[in-house]
């Protein structure tokens, strides 16, 4: 598989030609000031220097990126990290990351019953930016609206320990069942149908509004003035798929550390303008990893650099349903003859790391980092199946295909529709091509149409990424819900080990029953693990603030201007 390598390496010439693309990884993601996970701290030397003076500007505004148009802002219909990432400067949840830790945010603390089943949390006042007061019933209503069948809520799976929450979410069980109550306006009781021992690492419990969602129904995050808001900043505006500008909450309970008066999420799908804009300033940070733009921004003495992991895992999606690929050496073909040292030295300029399994070295258990006391199981498999062709003309015999690999037909999907994401996919038809000598045709769409898609299991193919959180359950429990993920693989021993694992309270006991599951979902090859995400972000040196933790939870908050 070597051999990829001088192939990929000799595209790269092609593809800096191609407008100049930069090297993204093939994933919705924003260059924000937050992301969708926790992680832990940034060294010193990678944080924000911050100025000699401490002064702050007059002024306080910043310019960041959006790569993609929300879907909605709606916490019950969102679809994706765009829209939750949003959230965490629009809406406060009950307890946010900050430099790896959970701290109180919305809820000033919480109890947790003896039997690990019950959390009591104990709200701020904290106010929306109507003034109306931020009820314990405001979670309760989003987590009533989040299980209600006629919202199809996509990550209805990281509420499954809630007391009758998927129940209802199936039209199972009565709506007044769900395990979430507000005895008073300042106390939320949520109940659990089992222990969840990364339940507040994992899952993110925002507000909602009983009274727009019904003034508003299908509208309701459509528009700016049809998104209420509560955390850090307000929805001032919204310019469909061009801008969206947030303004301070002065009513948010926090509001002392929100130093931006303003942020504006420049829409820009395109990566050459997206260059283009931090170089002329139009933007004030960016993910850089195109070689030129990384020598050229590296001379600058306005700008400073800051290179960090986005605990995020990059692969390849395989709909297990269908007829083909239900035969798990055909899978694995797929998966094996994939040479990730050429993905990660092309693709994104030798920034990130090759994955030989689903979760990145950001995680823990408790106090064990999980990847130093797991083996990434496909590296044996790749050892035990050094030909992946011959693996994939044995899988195509059992499935009654026959044996000619270039009668074999397959689509990769791709969750966007950019000369750059074309020019990734082209890489990856290529690679397959040629290394197993099947055909593979390309399929574009945008984010929102590429995430309905998947969710449906309407593909075949289909490039993808998971942020994972400080406990490897997150990523793991994608695949051990009823109807087996994004993937369709169902697997009861695999969802099994994962349930045991989440309610395991020793960290070397829940530590070997997540690598157990993990290595029966990699070697089964539900998915293809490809690359563990990283970035290299240039940001000009006023830029103060911003997080090294690609798992902290802070959105702006603490972020500032001096001396712009």
């Excluded at 939750?84 to 809820?107: D, H, Q, T, Y």
Aim: aromatic residues 10%.
């Amino acid at each position: 598989m070597k051999r990829n390598l001088s192939l990929l390496l000799a595209l790269t010439m092609l593809l800096g030609l191609l407008a100049g693309c930069s090297m993204k990884p093939p994933e919705p993601m924003e260059d924000d000031a937050s992301h969708n996970d926790k992680n832990d701290a940034a060294p010193e030397d990678q944080k924000s220097p911050q100025p000699a003076s401490g002064e702050k500007d007059a002024e306080q505004y910043l310019n960041v990126l959006l790569t993609d148009e929300p879907s909605v802002l709606d916490v019950a219909r969102f679809l994706g990290v765009t829209d939750r990432n949003l959230f965490m400067n629009l809406k406060e949840p009950l307890v946010r990351i900050e430099n790896g830790e959970i701290v109180g945010s919305g809820a000033e603390s919480w109890d947790i019953s003896d039997d690990g089943l019950t959390y009591t949390f104990h709200l701020r006042e904290n106010y929306w930016s109507d003034g109306q007061k931020v009820t314990a019933q405001d979670y309760v209503t989003a987590l009533q609206r989040q299980c209600d069948p006629a919202n199809a809520f996509a990550f209805t799976a990281d509420y499954a320990d809630i007391k009758n929450f998927t129940a209802i979410s199936k039209g199972e069980a009565d709506p007044s069942t769900l395990g979430a109550t507000a005895p008073d306006d300042s106390t939320l009781v949520l109940e659990l149908e089992q222990i969840n021992v990364a339940l507040l690492a994992s899952t993110d419990f925002f507000p909602d509004r009983a009274d727009i969602a019904q003034q508003h129904g299908d509208t309701l995050g459509a528009e700016a003035d049809k998104t209420p808001c509560c955390g850090p900043f307000s929805l001032k505006s919204w310019n469909h798929n061009s801008s969206l500008e947030l303004t301070k909450n002065e009513k948010y309970w926090n509001a002392e550390k929100v130093y931006l008066q303003n942020v504006t999420y420049h829409i820009i799908p395109d990566q050459n303008a997206q260059l283009a804009s931090l170089e002329n300033g139009s933007l004030d940070y960016l993910g850089v990893s195109t070689p030129e733009y990384v020598t050229k921004f590296q001379g600058r003495d306005d700008m400073s650099e800051m290179m960090f992991s986005t605990g995020r895992t990059v692969m390849v999606l395989f709909n297990c349903e269908d007829p083909i690929l239900s035969n798990p050496k055909i899978r694995m073909a797929l998966s094996l003859s994939m040479d990730r040292d050429a993905l990660v030295e092309v693709v994104t300029n030798g920034v990130s790391t090759p994955a030989y399994s689903l979760v990145p070295p950001d995680s823990y258990v408790g106090s064990l980092n999980f990847r130093e006391n797991a083996e990434e199981p496909l590296e044996a498999v790749m050892a035990a199946n050094p030909d992946p062709k011959a693996l994939l003309i044995e899988g195509m015999k059992e499935a009654g295909l026959g044996e000619d690999p270039s009668k074999l037909t397959l689509t990769l999907s791709w969750g966007a529709t950019t000369a750059t994401a074309r020019t990734y996919a082209e890489l990856y038809q290529q690679i397959w091509q040629d290394e197993l000598g099947c055909v593979i045709e390309l399929e574009f769409n945008d984010n929102a149409t590429h995430m309905g898609n998947v969710n449906n299991a309407n593909y075949q193919l289909a490039t993808f990424s998971w942020g994972a959180d400080y406990e490897p359950q997150f990523q793991l429990s994608r695949w051990a819900n009823k109807v087996g993920g994004h993937s369709r693989w169902k697997n009861e021993e695999y969802a099994s080990l994962v349930n045991q694992a989440s309610q395991t309270q020793d960290e070397k006991e829940r530590l070997e029953l997540y690598a157990k599951a993990e290595k029966m979902l990699v070697e089964d090859a539900a998915m293809a693990p490809l690359y563990f995400g990283a970035t290299r972000r240039f940001y000009y040196n006023y830029v103060h603030g911003l997080t090294g933790n690609a798992f902290d939870k802070t959105g702006f908050i603490n972020v500032y201007t001096s001396g712009r």
